[in-house]
């Protein structure tokens, strides 16, 4: 079973940054995707940020330029830098991982607990 613990939230200041991190553990035979969501109050959870395959990256309209998704492959982590930071990119973020257990598996998705950023003066 892979597990997936989330760190890095919490208040900062507009204009400020943060540096979400995805710690996964279990077994792993490979990450087919790794994404970044989040959900603010009164509104449904939204894609933030994607990578796949280790290279194509990708990111929503709101975060773009701001927020770099990235991984760290001896660490089985992955990060969410965002920059840049205002009052809209406050609520709590989810981390998700659709890996593969063992070659020629299946895939399976996994979801972190969840972090708090809050973006205020």
């Known amino acids: 079973q892979v597990q997936l613990v989330e760190s890095g939230g919490g208040l900062v200041q507009p204009g400020g940054s943060l540096r979400l991190s995805c710690a996964a553990s279990?077994?792993?035979?490979?990450?087919?995707?790794m994404g970044w969501y989040r959900q603010a109050p009164g509104k449904q959870r939204e894609l933030v940020a994607t990578?796949?395959?280790?290279?194509?990256?990708s990111y929503a309209d709101s975060v773009k330029g701001r927020f770099t998704i990235s991984r760290d492959n001896a660490k089985n982590t992955v990060y969410l830098q965002m920059n840049s930071l205002n009052a809209e990119d406050t609520g709590v973020y989810y981390c998700?991982?659709?890996?593969?257990?063992?070659?020629?598996?299946?895939?399976?998705?996994?979801w972190g607990q969840g972090t708090q950023v809050t973006v205020s003066s």
């Open positions: 998700n991982l659709n890996v593969r257990t063992r070659p020629l598996g299946p895939d399976y998705s996994f």
């Open positions: 990578m796949t395959g280790g290279t194509s990256t």
């Open positions: 279990g077994s792993i035979f490979s990450i087919n995707t």
